[in-house]
């Protein structure tokens, strides 16, 4: 079942939900609006051609970062890795799901093209994984509103919540944009 505003509050109230910083004028009648970091990480087609997924590749992406005063332009076809601004978190009976903006799905934006989901006991700063889909570059912004979280409870609390020791967790905690490290899974 989705959480409505009124059970995100409580459940933030109660450490449940970690969203820092918080701003209740994010919480909307079932998610929470979230804000776009300053990271960025594009794929370096310069020195690679290919991805291998069972191979780390060196220097893959590059990293670019933005300010208040300089945006990002993603161009039409473009990919790019980027971080959400507020820190998000569920405990072991909850998990979350990162949607997208309507606003900037009408502009040919994807904010996530395959992985919007937090796991239970994971809290973290979400990667997007942003695609321009349409004709036009599309200019973003350092703390723009670029996506929405909502929440369900889970039948019961998790037996192992992300993190646990035996897991392949490789993006627990994280802080910063992170390349892939879909390696680590041969």
Known sequence: MVLSDRDIKKEIRNGNIIV??????????????????????FFNIEKHHVIDVREKA????TKVEISAKKPLILHPGSFALALIYEETGVSDKLVAR???KSSLGRLGLIVHTTAGYLDPGNSLKMT???FNAGSLPIKLYYKMPIA??????????????YGSEGLNS???G?????????????
């Open 20 to 41: 820092k910083p918080f701003r209740s004028r994010a919480v909307q009648p079932a998610s929470i609006d979230l804000r776009l970091d300053k990271e960025f990480m």
């Open 98 to 100: 990162l949607e997208g």
């Open 174 to 186: 994280d802080k910063n944009v992170k390349e892939s490290d879909m390696h680590k899974n041969f």
């Open 148 to 161: 929405q979280m909502a929440f369900e409870y889970l039948s019961s609390p998790c037996e192992k919540p």
């Open 128 to 130: 997007l994984e942003l």
């Open 58 to 61: 060196k220097d893959l992406m």
């Open 170 to 172: 490789k993006y627990f």
